[in-house]
Every structure is written in structure tokens, then in C-alpha cells.
């Protein structure tokens, strides 16, 4: 006989938010748990909305930020639906990948722009940079702009009692080794996996940042949940 009980699954997401629902469907209960926030950047634009091809931001947090100095009719390639939510902008012309990733959005721009051009980028401060790296020495110049960053928060809430953590970044990645030492450790990423590792607690799995690969992640690590009763 096995346990009914769902396990519990700390993620730095609302109950709502479409990762949890992810979990969820993976046989795991998801169990918000906000122990970062985001602070704004100051850092100036690196050239002006008029002169690039386009906007492009990689998170809503990016596009939060963003949204109030965007001109009308700017063109933006936004890397999901949520993304082009935090916007709030009904006066911009939006395009979205086939896919929530930035691998996706890289292709979007090549098909979009197949001459090239300059492109202004919002992103965190410790994003994966996978758009300045794959566009690197090509007709597409990327010119990043750093929004906003992630912190701890403080005070800090601790661990809720949980069976496993997911990290989504490579900070989260860094706070949650030392406070999740007896439970399972999920990464959202290579990078997540590799922070977890150079912290000293190495994660059990990790999956590249896709839904999908995400739920067979848990599900497939589910079955190490069960126990005789």
C-alpha cells in the first residue's frame, strides 16, 4: 500500500501561476513559496526605442520595467504570453514565439528581421544570456538593457515542510542549497543544475526551462515519493 497524499513542492510561484499547474498535473501539491523579490535597475537606456528594429524581453519582470518609456507602435518580441501581459499596452505591436523559451524567440527574430538589425533587450541582471551569445558576430546586434535583479528577501521566510524545491535561476539555485539539504532538489535549467552543484548541493534532476520537460521531470521522481504505509 502506498501513500494517497501528494507530495509538496516549494516554487517561487503563485498557486495559480501556469508552473504550478505544471507540478500539479505531475502528481506533486505546489506550495508557493516567495523567498526572492525584484528590484529595479537605474541603468540607462543603452541607445534609443527610435533607432533599434524592435523591443524584445525575455520576462513580464523585463517588460514591467519597460512598459511606460515603450513609444506607440513599438514592435515587440516578447518570449510569452505573460511577458506580453506585464506589458499592459494595447498601442504596440506584439509577437510571440511558438514556443515560451528564448531558443524560440531567437528563431522569431531571424524570421522577422532576416536582414538584421538593432535590437534593445531587457533582461535580469543574471539571465542565461542565450540571445547576446547566439547572436553574437552576426547582423543581429543585441544591445541588453538590465531591468531589474533578484534578491532575497528580507526578513527571510524559511523552508515551509516540503518533499522537494524547484528552483527557476541560478540565485535561487545558490539560497536554497544550505535549506534544502533533506529534501528532493529540482533545477529549471542547466545553469540552476550547475549553481546548485558549485553551492554543495547538487540537485537530484534538472530539465531545460519547458514546461513539458518539466512535468516528466516530477512525475518520473513522483514514484521516489511513495512509500509503503
Not at 32 to 44: G, H, I, N, R
Amino acid at each position: 500500500m502506498t501513500s494517497t497524499a501528494a507530495p509538496r513542492l516549494a516554487l517561487a510561484r503563485p498557486a495559480q501561476h501556469p508552473l504550478a499547474d505544471t507540478v500539479r498535473k505531475a502528481g506533486w501539491e505546489p506550495v508557493p513559496y516567495a523567498f526572492t523579490s525584484l528590484k529595479v535597475m537605474a541603468q540607462a537606456l543603452p541607445m534609443p526605442f527610435e533607432a533599434a528594429q524592435a523591443f524584445v524581453a525575455l520576462s513580464p519582470a523585463g517588460a514591467k520595467v519597460a512598459s511606460a518609456a515603450l513609444p506607440a507602435g513599438t514592435v515587440c518580441l516578447l518570449q510569452g504570453a505573460g511577458t506580453a501581459e506585464a506589458l499592459g499596452r494595447e498601442d504596440l505591436e506584439i509577437h510571440l514565439p511558438a514556443e515560451a523559451r528564448a531558443e524560440a524567440l531567437w528563431d522569431l527574430l531571424r524570421t522577422r528581421f532576416p536582414e538584421g538589425g538593432d535590437f534593445i533587450l531587457a533582461r535580469g541582471e543574471r539571465s542565461r544570456e542565450y540571445l547576446e551569445a547566439a547572436t553574437r558576430g552576426s547582423a543581429w546586434r543585441i544591445h541588453p538593457w538590465i531591468t531589474h535583479r533578484e534578491v532575497a528577501r528580507d526578513p527571510f521566510p524559511p523552508l515551509p515542510d516540503v518533499a522537494g524545491v524547484l528552483a527557476l535561476s541560478p540565485f535561487q539555485a545558490e539560497i536554497l542549497a544550505p535549506i534544502a539539504i533533506g529534501v528532493q532538489r529540482f533545477a529549471w535549467g542547466e545553469a540552476t543544475a550547475e549553481a546548485f552543484a558549485r553551492a554543495g548541493a547538487p540537485a537530484h534532476a534538472h530539465c531545460e526551462p519547458k514546461p513539458s520537460l518539466l512535468w516528466a521531470m516530477l512525475a518520473k521522481h513522483l514514484k521516489k515519493e511513495e512509500s509503503p504505509c
